[in-house]
């Protein structure tokens, strides 16, 4: 797993090398970009040319199982044991992970480990053992690489414990933060680290990746041109899942109940106990949800606008029609529509109350389904 197993991003790979094989490479960075779009591949591909270009031997190496490569990530406590989680309980989870799903974000991973409503966290134990990692010389005597993935879920213990450290790192050590909101990660850590931003894909990039995938030309066409340059948004949208029908169930009810709260005002009960029950889903998939509805909303405003090609989302229930909901979707509503979904998802990602939330969205998009031009 290397720069050539990374989707597009080739003046980035490119400029990336230069920068290694030229001795210009800083000691810090940050590589900011969703995971869809290839932040984490981007990363390792980088930790495996800069340890092999430093390296006496040129021989390739795998830079999951290499002893001067390091990972660290978003845990959570294994059962009700009393020890804090570190990334080494996980680390043949995690590897087995990345190669499955290299372009999965964190919800993939809590799923994978089965983590159920838990909320990984990289805690002040960590911090401890990922400075005893950096301490230690490394196998080759050259180069040594610690990617935290998911950096912006440090605890402000573990951070601040080690700033120092990503200050002043030890010579031919290199730290890289992976995250998809840099601007969560302290001040102090960010002025220090530069700045390896990973753009979305573009769309020629997702669809040769999704032919390679066996999704015939057409339908890789469609959802290249619509999964917004996120490569796992894209994977996702070709394969048919369980949790989607339930999504697709829980949209309906949501915006069959929120268009007729104009004119019965009993809805709005059936819209807290709606919020109720996608609450219970636990917080993760409540923003997988809205990021589901976030979807369907987008192409409803693609159908009523005439853009067919390039819409791929389908519904199963046939007593739902996605062409006659997007006439009520058009550009008079459809930006504070997403805007009122993101916020929804930013404060849930924050632990607030899902139910209040929800609750609050649902009478927001009761107004917003039925307005129209001032």
Known sequence: ??????AGHDS???????????GRTAHALVFSGKDG???????????????????PSKAVIDPLNHPDIHYFFPVVKKGNGSASPVSNDYISDFKTFTQKQP???LKDWYNFIEAGNKQGVINV?????????????????????????????MTVSCANKLLKWIEEPNPKTTIILVSDQPEILLKTIRSRCQEVRIAPLVVTDIRDALIQNNTPADRAEAIANSSEGNLRTALRL???????????????????TAFRAKTQKTSINTLMEWSETVSKLGRESSKQFLNYSLEMFRQAVLLNYGASSFVYSQINDKTFSLKKFAAF????????????????IFHIERNANAKIVLTDLSIKLTRLLHKTVL
């Open 238 to 256: 070709t394969k048919s899942r369980e949790e989607d029908q339930l999504f697709e169930q829980l949209f309906i009810e949501w915006v069959r």
């Open 103 to 105: 372009y999965g974000n």
């Open 1 to 6: 797993m290397g720069f050539q197993d990374v």
């Open 37 to 55: 779009c290839g932040a984490l591949k981007m990363a390792i591909g980088y930790a495996q040319h800069l340890v092999r270009f430093n390296a």
């Open 125 to 153: 134990e960590e911090a401890r053992v990922i400075i005893k990692t950096l301490a230690l010389k490394s196998f080759s005597g050259q180069s040594k690489v610690i990617i935290v993935w998911h950096a912006e879920k």
């Open 12 to 22: 980035l790979k490119e400029q990336l090398i230069q920068n290694i094989e030229s």
């Open 329 to 344: 979707i058009n550009g008079h509503n459809i930006e504070d529509i997403c805007t009122e979904i993101q916020n929804a």
